[in-house]
């Protein structure tokens, strides 16, 4: 070994195994000796092993964003993120710690690949997005005060409840996804159907409109002396 680290498994045979070589430059040579005299010539190893990729724990949001988490690879090595499974856009894909956009519900795998030279190494980080798909319903117009609404089934292990954005209503029940309301006002109502799983609430937002008139009043009933009579509506 001139330069550098080496262990031969046998340093006598022309074409021996060499372990435990240094990162980057290994200077090697191989001597030849015959009656006391010696011819000696050396190769140039590069080890190119980059330095092990290595990234955070699972990541949980409530949204399609988040922070990823790497460690930074040694000098003269490269790391890049790539999208293995899901869906992402990072704002900077050479940064272990930068942010991945548009990420799908569910789960999303991002792939921490470092790189030396043509040999590469990599970890896998999982990217949780626990939002829901969640529906209120189509808006609608009714003619009267009482309807029920149309949200989307609840997810086993999630809750769901509705809340009243605008408007007024009472609820037979408000945690049920068909629920029965009453003493709309007129005109518009807005409502939101709620699901909470895992600590993640997703929420959609429906209107109502009543377009019944106010109940009319024609007044109270009189009597009157004659033929003629004048209303009050």
Known sequence: VKTGNATFSNNTNYNTTVTNLDPNL????????????????????????????????????????????????????????????GAGVF????DEHTVVRGINKGVNTMRWLVT?????????????????DVSAGLDSSICERTTYLQ??????GATGEWTIVSGSATFVSRFVPNARIG??????????????????VSSDTVK???????????????????????LNA
């Open 151 to 156: 949200g989307t089934s609840i997810p086993t």
């Open 183 to 200: 003493g709309l006002n007129y005109d518009d109502n807005s409502f939101a159907w709620n699901i909470t799983s895992n600590s993640c």
């Open 91 to 94: 704002d900077n894909i050479y």
């Open 26 to 85: 290994n200077v090697l040579v191989w001597n030849l000796n015959k009656n006391g005299c010696v011819s000696s010539d050396s190769i140039r190893v590069t080890n190119n092993q980059p330095s092990e990729a290595t990234v955070g724990s699972v990541i949980s949001v409530c949204g399609d964003t988040a922070v990823l988490n790497a460690v930074k690879p040694a000098t003269g090595t490269t790391g890049q993120w790539q999208v293995f499974n």
């Open 116 to 132: 030396k030279g043509a040999c590469t190494d990599y970890a896998d980080l999982t990217v949780r997005n626990l939002k829901v």
């Open 208 to 230: 109502i409109t009543v377009n019944a008139p106010v109940p009319p009043n024609a007044g109270v009933d009189f009597g009157v002396p004659s033929s003629n009579a004048t």
